[in-house]
């Protein structure tokens, strides 16, 4: 189907080819809208909870749309690794929540980095997700982000 506009008239045309579907395209078709759908309740009710942000500017509805989509990705790509093990992402999620920093040296370091042995549940997540060298942080120094115009309700730093 296409639709036109030529001059002051809405001209449609069906196309014969788009009628003669197969049922497995149909099938297909109906897969594919079955995925979008699952992936909305995703971003909004279900693990990312997401709601609507008003923003005025460009960019930033961009940049939000964008860490988003990021955050879907990360979620089906956990989802089709855990899967197999007959978990949930949030199962996974919660079994990942109780990893925790080891302190290298004394407290006044301020050296910390990931253990390199795991509880039995957090290793099976662990076990299909790739391999990282475990970093080693500094949390010395804080990250503070100094706001030049804070808006109401933020203090200033």
């Known amino acids: 189907m ?8 809405l001209v449609w045309q069906e196309e014969a080819e788009a009628r003669a579907a197969t049922t497995q395209q149909v099938h297909d078709r109906y897969v594919s809208l079955t995925a979008v759908e699952r992936d909305f309740r ?16 460009a960019d930033r509805t961009w940049g939000h749309a ?10 089906r790509e956990l989802d089709r690794r855990v899967a197999p093990l007959g978990l949930t992402v949030p199962d ?21 980095r990931l253990p390199e042995r795991y509880v039995a549940a957090q290793s099976e997540v662990l076990a299909v997700l790739p391999k990282l060298p475990a970093p080693m942080l500094s949390l010395l120094k804080p990250n503070v982000r100094r706001l030049r115009n804070p808006r109401k309700g933020r203090p200033k730093q």
């Open 2 to 9: 296409s639709v036109a506009l030529e001059g002051r008239q």
């Open 42 to 57: 995703t971003l909004k009710t279900g693990l990312l909870k997401i709601r609507p942000v008003f923003l005025r500017k």
């Open 66 to 75: 964008l860490v988003s989509l990021l955050a879907l990705k990360l979620a």
């Open 92 to 112: 996974a999620v919660d079994r990942l929540k109780g990893v925790r920093l080891v302190r290298l040296g004394e407290a006044g370091l301020g050296l910390w």
